[in-house]
Nanobody, 122 residues
Framework: QVQLVESGGGLVQAGGSLRLSCAAF????????MGWFRQASGKEREFVAA????????YYADSVKGRFTISKDNAKNTVYLQMNSLKLEDTAVYYC???????????????WGQGTQVTVSS
């Protein structure tokens, strides 16, 4: 069974940057997809970004395009989310997940990490 461990969350001022990491343990991730989702207080979980472990295009929610970058390190079995120009509305718990295909639908991801809190202050 795949285990996912996120790290890198914290408190940052608006306009600042953070880099989240998600380390995968267990069976090989290739050829699956790694996704990042977030859930703000009182809101539904929403798609942020996704990347195929075997390579190929990356996918982003419109709200983060141009500010967030998803990347991976195959040797470390780790996926990253570089978040720049953070806004107050980026405040949420961020989750990484493993799915069979790149999709924005959370229900199609079978394994989830515990989440890491990102708080953007003014």
């Amino acid at each position: 069974q795949v285990q996912l461990v996120e790290s890198g969350g914290g408190l940052v001022q608006a306009g600042g940057s953070l880099r989240l990491s998600c380390a995968a343990f267990g069976p090989p991730i290739n050829p699956y997809t790694m996704g990042w989702f977030r859930q703000a207080s009182g809101k539904e979980r929403e798609f942020v970004a996704a990347i195929s472990w075997s390579g190929g295009p990356t996918y982003y929610a419109d709200s983060v395009k141009g500010r967030f970058t998803i990347s991976k390190d195959n040797a470390k079995n780790t996926v990253y989310l570089q978040m720049n120009s953070l806004k107050l509305e980026d405040t949420a718990v961020y989750y990484c997940a493993v799915g069979a295909v790149p999709t924005t639908r959370a229900a199609q991801y079978g394994y989830w990490g515990q989440g890491t809190q990102v708080t953007v202050s003014s």
